[in-house]
């Protein structure tokens, strides 16, 4: 066996490939989304190892073109979910005996593999798949997936580092165990990235896993289950079973060795999910770890000295990139009156310039929501600004479900600042800003701390150091990630961990060691040299 005491490479952020005209990256991808577009793949469970086929088949559509089927997949059900169960549990007892070493290097060699020849594939299929534009994909699919992959053991190195003292005679240590079952990994459709974190982040720290990926995101996530096999992940230690949420998840959560849940979607599902569990206690063998990261409805505050050429690219970006379907994704804004002018000509140029159009248009900034669900749920939020007083579409508010489902990049005025659209998650491409009187800043920053449930992201805007200081402790709990002159997304792993409090979760911190000690059980060990070897104490002596 080997003894060495291994020091695990020092991370690094992965590069953002430009895909300018002209370059093999942007050739590359392009021909790998003519192959992946060329022909409907078939996808199977994956469950110990072995490929499933249920004949429960569901379709994945382009959502800019939904007339297009790329993939048809095989779904679980009970039955193959408490299979997968059984073989998460199995495959732990080898996994968790491997070295950390030997665990770190799958996902190292998994991150060269993305880095290098999966690269166009993860993100082609992410781009067809979810309807992300070509920089949206590159963060997303190709440098953050890296990243989770590079910095997660480096995290893991830090973690097993750290030891208790012992007193003279004892030698105490720490040992970092896996949970005592499998951990069910729940994950969203708008991050490829999320989807290779959250089974990953487990199965490193010797867990097995049961991976249900969103139904809209199977192709993306089938690949990476690809890359994650061919760079040595054994088999059973994930479990690849998509399928309806409901089935997959109340199978889950009835099975005994159940022992944690790493999720991140909608706070309503979370909560669902927590009720279950909590109702279930009785038949685990121990208390599981619950770890999300939910709903958001984040907020950009201007503050009167703020940089307002600055402040409206940080509200396009934040609010429009991806379709504004991210958790951190600007959805409310608050505009002193002295600003608004200048900022409103400068916002609305800016959203009025954004070219949408089909994901493999290199040139487009914006395309299609991911599903009719989603259409048609954010196209409510704009029937409802119409039919409501107080509330003024400034940009967009058109939608177009002929080829895709596309909803225009939207910016509406609304007079009251607890309107339903600046306290409700709308996830998708609307943003809401509400215009305060300068003399009512205090009121303003009061209403942007209470008005929203959630507490993901937020940014403030202001020159003025002492009002970015202020800013600062009067927001403190309104964000988990808070940004000083910056948009509210992006986050990026090693630098800015991700995750918030209130309604947006338990902000236990993606990307960071906070996250991955949730997925251990400590064990405190205490070996002594030199034991007693008499009952009595020395103050019981006869003096």
Known sequence: MSNGTYRIPAPRNEPTLTHAPGTPERAALQAKLKELAAEPIE???????????????????????????????????????????????????DWAALGPQDRAAVLLKAADL??????????????????????????????????????????????LADQPV???????????????????????????????NLPTAPAL??????????????????????????????????????????????????????????????????????????ANLEKYRGYPRIVGETGGKDFVF??????????????????????????????????????????KERLLAEVGALRVGPAEDFAAFFSAVIDKAAFTRIKGYLDLARATPGH??????????STGWFVAPTVIESEDPRSRLMQEE????????????????????????ATSPYALT??????????????????????????????????????????GARASGTNDKAGSLANLIRWTSIRSLKENFDPPRSVAYPHQREG
């Open 458 to 499: 937020g940014a403030v805007f202001a020159r003025d150091r002492t009002a970015l200081a202020t800013l600062t402790g009067r927001l403190s709990d309104a964000a988990g990630n808070f940004y000083l002159n910056d948009k509210p997304t992006g986050a990026v792993v090693g630098q800015q961990p991700f995750g």
């Open 114 to 159: 993305a880095s290098g020849p999966w690269r166009a594939t993860l993100n082609a299929s992410t781009m067809l798949g979810q309807a992300k534009t070509v920089q949206q994909a590159e963060i997303d699919s190709a440098c953050e997936v890296i990243d989770f992959w590079r910095w997660n053991p480096h995290f893991m190195g830090q973690l």
């Open 43 to 93: 996808i199977p469970l994956v469950i110990g190892g072995k490929e499933v086929r249920t004949g429960r088949i569901a379709e994945l559509r382009a959502p800019h073109r939904h007339a297009q089927v790329l993939a048809r997949f095989h779904q679980a059900g009970p039955v193959e979910v408490a299979a997968a169960a059984e073989a998460a549990v199995k495959a732990r007892r």
């Open 426 to 449: 709308i996830f998708g491409p609307v943003l809401t800003l509400w215009v305060y009187d300068d003399a009512r800043l205090d009121e303003a920053v009061a209403l942007c701390d």
């Open 205 to 278: 720290m010797g867990n097995g896993v049961v991976w249900k990926p969103a139904s809209t995101a199977v192709l993306s996530g089938w690949y990476l289950f690809k890359v994650l096999e061919a760079a040595g992940l054994p088999p059973g230690v994930v479990n690849f079973v998509p399928g309806p949420g409901a089935t997959v998840g109340d199978a889950v959560l009835a099975q005994p060795s159940f022992a944690g849940l790493h999720f991140t979607g909608s706070t309503a599902v979370f909560n669902g999910m927590w009720r279950t569990i909590a």
């Open 302 to 343: 201007l503050h009167p000295s703020a940089d307002v050429e600055a402040a409206a690219v940080a509200l396009c970006r934040g609010a429009f990139e991806y379709q504004g379907q991210k958790c951190s994704a600007a959805s409310r804004a608050y505009v002193p009156r002295s600003l608004w002018p200048e900022l």
């Open 392 to 401: 003024r579409i400034l940009a967009g508010g058109t939608c177009d479900d």
């Open 166 to 196: 012992s007193s003279p005679g004892i030698w105490n240590r720490t040992e970092y165990r896996p949970l005592e079952g499998f951990v069910f990994a729940l994950t969203p459709f708008n991050f490829t990235a999320i989807a290779a």
